[in-house]
């Protein structure tokens, strides 16, 4: 069986070796490097399965290869690292494309558990997919073709991450409903997915952006006042 990859870019040292030790334990191929700029260029050539990433980095930080990489569609999850523990600098990694977060002082036990459930998370997604013969979920505005994770608006292929694939291809299968974002949580990210609430909402803000014609006006994904959301179709 292949081994997944997990890549750490991370300048301390003991927050390096700590995590490369433990994951590597656990059996998983892992590559550390010590700066945003290596980082970067790891992530084209080791081509990991998970990214554990620290905010503050030399040259190139965090939150900026996390927007890089979402710019450029990329679905690999993104664990962040941060000391920074207050609801702003956890959004603003979230917004950056990070699926995770991490406070430091942490628990490398608790971080291992978080790698291991993106892993499963993924290799769910693949099956679900691999399974499900209607690839193709075809709206007015806009069409996702599941068998290639792409998302196509108004004839132009749009570069989606991960997480906002899965939200979106969860609320088209499940239209009309009201959905709490507990329960988008639980199915989208999963039952041991402990973050906060709010990532529901930056990732529907996301998405308005890319199929919604005006997004302070959605016609697609729609706000239930004190309850969640709900996608409208015809």
């Known amino acids: ?39 970067l260029k790891a992530i084209r050539t080791f081509k990991p399965d998970v990214i554990i990433m620290d905010v503050m980095l030399p040259s190139i930080s965090g939150i900026e290869i996390s927007r890089t990489l979402q710019s450029e569609g990329s679905q690999i ?15 603003a990694g979230f917004d950056a494309g990070a699926i995770d977060y991490v406070v430091k002082p942490f628990s490398t036990r608790e971080l291992v558990a978080r790698v291991a459930a993106q892993i499963r998370r993924a290799g769910f997604n693949q099956q679900q997919i691999k399974s499900d013969r209607s690839d193709l979920i075809r709206f007015d505005d806009f ?3 599941r068998a290639s994770r792409s998302l196509f ?25 009201v959905h709490t974002r507990d329960s988008i949580l639980n199915k989208v990210w999963g039952s041991d997915y402990n973050g906060s609430a709010r990532t529901v909402d930056v990732h529907i803000r996301w998405l308005r952006k890319k199929i919604e014609v005006d997004p302070s006006v959605p016609e697609y994904l729609l706000t239930v006042r004190g309850v969640g959301y709900r996608f409208a179709s015809s």
């Open 77 to 91: 999850p993104i664990i962040i690292l941060t000391a920074k523990s207050t609801v702003e600098n956890r959004v």
């Open 1 to 39: 069986m292949t081994k997944s990859k997990i890549l750490v870019i991370d300048h301390e040292r003991s927050h390096r070796e700590a995590i490369r030790y433990n994951l590597t334990l656990e059996g998983y191929d892992v590559q550390v490097v010590t700066d945003g700029k290596h980082g």
């Open 153 to 177: 608006v108004r004839g132009q292929r749009l570069p989606i991450n991960m997480r906002e694939f899965e939200l979106l291809v969860y609320l088209t299968k499940n239209p009309n409903r």
């Open 143 to 145: 069409t996702i073709d």
